[in-house]
């Protein structure tokens, strides 16, 4: 049958039968499906062998002749080594990774290895503040969309918090791309709204004695001199387990599982160190040194905020807590301990201790760890108590 418009007007289903096929003479492979309460434009062909035959759509809402050109269109793909059912499928299977898939699997897998601050921010990041992407397919997303977003969240958080926004989602599309559901980082090559300095503050002598003073006898209290003398960093010390500590033979060894680069870590204690520990109450049955929750100490700015307090309104408003951190480093190499020492204490892996010399070479820095660490630790209780 050669398909026109009044050929087509007097065709029907036959009475018993479910459905009839008509086929086009002038187009082989395109015609038209009889349904007991429908008529729709089919096409056939042959891919891979195997006989398909894809649905245009219903003649009611699609012409004949617009039918018949997705029908030329088909047949001539396929002609050319294409398989429209297998791409379609293919499309479907994608549209079916939306971003909401791939957040919800990255942030599955993040939970194994980030600390559980860490996760909320990025969880935060990702379902709330991109939102707008939670439906699409995570192939589509494209670099105008998250531009356009950025320069949004600037205006509406500020340009540091739409750096982080940003950073979240680059990190979730290096998922994506390690776990094959992505082929491109559509977040490389926009722009930061933000300039984010490096904060390099260290304390000078006099901010340290003002700190060092205003610690109360308070969980906070010891835990700010601890960090000023181990350099360790705020999460090890606030969340520190009596059983990870001998007072005897002066060592805390942190656990794997709580360190940054997931390496159990030697910190030789100082006597200024074990003094602050041995004034710590214990209470009977808890493991933790500070704090009253599982995790150990909580309420870090509140706590900071009540000591700032007890500050001059210059040294209050000059330091953070990770600044301890950087000052007992800085402090140790003006004393003149050694980079790589000093890289040791404070957990580096890098440099000499990169690979296998960073394990290997923890037994062999024991020594010189802690004469480093008492070193400082002497330094400054000697000008703390020069002015007391």
Not at 58 to 72: G, H, K, Q, V
Not at 148 to 155: D, H, P, V
Not at 257 to 276: D, F, S, W
Not at 312 to 333: E, I, N
Request: with cysteine; charged share 25%.
């Amino acid at each position: 049958m050669r398909f026109t418009r009044k050929t087509l007007a007097t065709l029907n289903l036959p009475d018993g039968k479910p459905y009839a096929i008509h086929w086009d003479e002038d187009l082989p492979g395109f015609g038209i499906r009889l349904n007991p309460t429908s008529k729709v434009w089919v096409v056939q062909y042959r891919a891979h062998g195997k006989t398909r035959r894809e649905t245009i759509g219903p003649t009611n809402s699609i012409s004949l002749e617009a039918a018949r050109n997705s029908a030329r269109d088909t047949l001539s793909r396929v002609r050319l080594g294409a398989d429209p059912r297998a791409e379609k499928m293919a499309t479907r299977s994608q549209n079916a990774v939306t971003f909401q898939v791939v957040a919800n699997r990255y942030l599955k897998s993040a939970a194994e290895r980030l600390k559980p601050r860490s996760l909320t921010e990025i969880t935060r990041h990702l379902t709330k503040q991109w939102s707008n992407l939670s439906e699409l397919p995570i192939k589509a997303i494209d670099r105008s969309v998250i531009s356009i977003r950025i320069e949004e969240l600037a205006e509406v958080s500020g340009p540091i918090a739409a750096n982080r926004a940003r950073a979240s989602l680059s990190a979730l599309y290096s998922f994506a791309i390690s776990a094959g559901l992505c082929d491109i980082n559509p977040v490389i090559g926009t722009v930061k709204p933000g300039h984010e300095i490096t904060r390099d503050h260290v304390l000078a002598e006099s901010d340290m004695i003002a700190l060092w003073n205003a610690c109360h006898p308070t969980d906070y209290g010891r835990i700010l001199q601890l960090l000023l003398l181990t350099g360790q960093r705020r999460e090890e010390v606030g969340g520190m387990l009596w059983s990870e500590v001998d007072l005897d033979k002066a060592i805390w060894v942190l656990p794997a599982q709580r360190t940054k680069n997931k390496r159990t870590h030697e910190v030789p204690l100082a006597p200024q160190c074990l003094a602050i520990l041995r004034s710590a109450p214990r209470v009977l049955g808890r493991d933790n040194v500070f704090g009253n929750g599982e995790r150990g100490f909580s309420g870090w700015s509140k706590a900071k905020l009540s000591l700032d307090a007890r500050l001059s309104p210059q040294s209050s408003a000059t330091w953070k807590l990770h600044d301890l951190r950087r000052t007992a480093a800085t402090g140790m190499a003006t004393l003149g301990v050694d980079p790589h020492i000093i890289e040791a204490v404070l957990n580096h892996i890098s440099g000499t201790r990169a690979g296998v010399a960073g394990i290997y070479n923890r037994a062999t820095y024991r020594n010189e760890k802690r004469a480093a660490l008492s070193m400082w630790g002497t330094y400054v209780d000697g000008i703390v108590s020069a002015c007391n």
